[in-house]
């Protein structure tokens, strides 16, 4: 099994900055992609940043400039620094990683279960 925590959502004021971390642990053999979705109440979930294993990134169009992604290999972590929140940011942040368990299996998509964030003043 393959586990993702979530960790460091909270309430923000408008134009705060907030950083969150993502930690993967469990029957690892490699990752893939790493990535960061949200959803707002009453609306589907929708892709933040992602980051491949080589560091090459895709970002939201609403995000772009304000958002960064990174990830440190070595301790299968990612992060997303968030700045010049906005309250339409307000959302749980899914965390998603494509996983390989064994030399032999394919990559699956595994899910952490979320943190709030909540921008308001």
């Not at 960790?7 to 950083?19: A, D, E, M, T």
């Amino acid at each position: 099994q393959v586990q993702l925590v979530e960790s460091g959502g909270g309430l923000v004021q408008p134009g705060g900055s907030l950083r969150l971390s993502c930690a993967a642990s469990g029957n690892i053999f490699s990752i893939n992609a790493m990535g960061w979705y949200r959803q707002a109440p009453g609306k589907q979930r929708e892709l933040v940043a992602v980051i491949t294993n080589v560091g090459s990134t895709n970002y939201a169009d609403s995000v772009k400039g304000r958002f960064t992604i990174s990830r440190d290999n070595a301790k299968n972590t990612v992060f997303l620094q968030m700045n010049s929140l906005k309250p339409e940011d307000t959302a749980v942040y899914y965390c998603k990683a494509v996983v390989r368990t064994n030399i032999h299996g394919g990559f699956m998509d595994y899910w952490g279960k979320g943190t709030l964030v909540t921008v308001a003043s």
